[in-house]
């Protein structure tokens, strides 16, 4: 697996293959059948690799409001878009924001942005919107792990 240990911002794309609901706390997210953008942050110990090999995995303590989603029988992760030391968390969820459907509330507690998780209905609009506006390496996901799918773009 082709993950950087150095810290960055992240997008995951994934499939919800049926309708599904996500309970955190008092709050309950519910995901329609559909494709997803979740978007984060890791400059801690270990990166972008050790978050994203946390987010991948299915058996895990539940931390994050994202790993409520990453546990979930209905997650089908497709692809991991790197934007390498690069702290553009926010700016990333308002690009997806301005072509995808918010998860009102979900995954943006520590900031003021309305969401960090996204409906996108026209995965390939966002993707050349992305590629436009920030350096970022796609990868995709197989059942094994992550692959190098594309080379980094400026």
């Given at each position: 697996m082709n993950l950087p240990e150095n810290g960055g911002s992240y997008c995951i794309v994934?499939?919800?293959?049926?309708?599904s609901f996500i309970t955190r706390g008092k709050r309950k997210f519910s995901l329609k059948e559909g494709t997803y953008v979740y978007v984060g942050s890791a400059f801690g110990a270990g990166g972008l690799r050790k978050r994203i090999l946390r987010h991948l995995?299915?058996?895990?303590?539940k931390h994050w409001h994202f790993d409520f989603v990453t546990?979930?029988?209905s997650f089908k992760p497709l692809e991991v878009w790197l934007f390498e030391g690069q702290k553009v968390?926010?700016?990333?969820?308002?690009?997806?924001?301005?072509?995808a459907e918010p998860v009102n509330g979900f995954g943006s507690t520590d900031c003021s942005c309305p969401s960090h998780l996204f409906k996108v209905e026209d995965i390939s609009l966002l993707k050349r919107m992305v590629r436009s506006s920030f350096n970022v390496k796609i990868l995709k996901v197989f059942d094994?792990?992550?692959?190098?799918?594309?080379?980094s773009c400026s």
């Open positions: 994934f499939e919800v293959d049926s309708l995995k299915r058996k895990k303590s546990t979930h029988s968390e926010c700016e990333l969820a308002s690009l997806v924001g301005k072509v094994e792990g992550v692959e190098n799918g594309s080379k």
